[in-house]
């Protein structure tokens, strides 16, 4: 069964500095997705980025980069020029492939908290 | 991206009683999730939600505590039962999009249940 580590429960980073997420995975599949979701105080889980395994090149999207590991089996977020509005919970997230044609799931880590200091 | 919504977005409950969650999204969808998200934890699967077709459940989620509607390709609703205090979670809702080769999923704003 594959499984998702965060093995940082609490991050702090002052403001515009760089911070790095770690996340590591286990799976026997070859073909998968991965996905870093921020949870803000609100609850709402937003998306911040996605992987595909298939793909050697690091997703980026603005400020935040993954250094995406397939042979170690490690997927960090790294987030550039923190912002305050940057603080939230992180969940990394594999997707395998469940029972049946067509079904998805998401197996998520147990979370980072990121703190922002001003 | 998706906009998904869900009422209600919080309530407090007797044990005993039942309280029914609407998940509601703006454009049609195959599969609808259903998770529960523990004070501090993470998310854990409930259901996988398919339009036509009975809901899949994970282990340790019955359909009796959790029964689940999907009536058409928009909207979900999940009911759950004969609440207790172990109950008390945010239940949050989630769908990948058609069309999206990823199935990236998009998430409602959670219902938060509290249960005295």
């Known amino acids: 069964a594959q499984t998702v580590t965060q093995s940082q429960p609490e991050m702090s980073v002052q403001e515009a500095e760089t911070v790095t997420l770690s996340c590591t995975y286990d799976t026997s599949e070859s073909d998968y997705y991965l996905f870093w979701y921020k949870q803000p105080p609100s609850r709402q889980m937003i998306l911040v980025i996605r992987?595909?395994?298939?793909?050697?090149q690091n997703a980026t999207e603005n400020r935040f980069s993954v250094n995406f590991q397939k042979a170690a089996k490690s997927f960090s977020l790294k987030i550039s020029d923190s912002q305050l509005g940057d603080a939230a919970m992180y969940f990394c997230a594999y997707r395998g492939f469940g029972v049946g044609s067509g079904t998805y799931k998401y197996i998520f880590g147990t979370g980072t908290r990121l703190k922002v200091l001003a | 991206s998706a906009v998904i919504s869900q009422k209600p977005s919080r309530d407090i409950c007797q044990r005993g009683t039942s309280l029914t969650i609407q998940c509601q999204v703006d454009s049609q969808v195959t599969m609808m999730f259903w998770y529960r998200q523990q004070p501090g934890q993470s998310l854990t699967l409930i259901a996988t939600?398919?339009?036509?077709?009975?809901?899949?459940?994970e282990s340790g989620f019955v359909i009796d505590k959790f029964p689940i509607s999907r009536p058409n390709l928009t909207f979900s609703t999940l009911t759950v039962s004969n609440m207790s205090p172990e109950d008390s979670s945010i239940y949050l809702c989630?769908?990948?999009?058609?069309?999206?080769?990823?199935?990236?999923?998009?998430f409602g704003p959670g219902t938060r249940l509290t249960v005295l």
């Open positions: 989630s769908a990948p999009i058609m069309g999206d080769i990823t199935d990236t999923q998009y």
């Open positions: 939600a398919n339009q036509g077709s009975e809901a899949t459940y």
């Open positions: 992987q595909e395994a298939y793909k050697q």
